[in-house]
């Protein structure tokens, strides 16, 4: 009885392994011609720049920086501690003294990670370099 159902198993098993090996030629083909394509100027280099922005973990960690103020006065308003506000005023007032370019060079970063990629897309543009510019 179960001599009869090892052939049948050893046929299925070899099917899936051939579609997963054809489905894996197919793949590298694919990425291939897009790669030449790429490098002809066809189109432009749209996906890699997001496969590495979607991969990156800067705009997280700024994001937990710039919310760290907000929590610290969080805390002193709910907890009634009156150091963590007084601490939390000093930082801004620290902050203030430090040179103007270093200011703006700070707002200049949160706003190239979180305002220009989300105006970019809602008005429908694409960040990518074409290789016809280059």
């Known amino acids: 009885m179960w001599w009869n159902i090892i052939p049948t198993v050893f ?3 070899a099917d899936i392994y051939k579609n997963r090996r054809e489905s ?3 793949e590298s083909q694919a990425e291939k011609l897009y790669y030449e394509k790429m490098a002809k100027g066809e189109i432009e280099y749209q996906r890699d720049v997001a496969d ?3 991969k990156s973990w800067k705009d997280e960690f700024v994001l ?3 919310c760290i103020p907000i929590l610290v006065l969080a805390w002193s308003l709910f907890t009634g501690d009156p150091k963590a ?5 000093l930082f801004f007032e620290l902050f203030n003294k430090f040179p103007e370019f270093y200011k703006w060079l700070v707002v200049g970063i949160f706003g190239a990670i ?3 990629p989300k105006v970019g897309k809602s ?3 694409s960040v990518g370099i074409s290789a016809s510019k280059l």
């Open 11 to 13: 046929k299925i098993g």
């Open 24 to 26: 894996e030629l197919l």
């Open 52 to 54: 590495q922005q979607d």
């Open 64 to 66: 937990i920086i710039v």
């Open 85 to 89: 506000h007084d601490k939390l005023e």
């Open 114 to 116: 979180y305002v220009v």
């Open 123 to 125: 008005v429908g543009l």
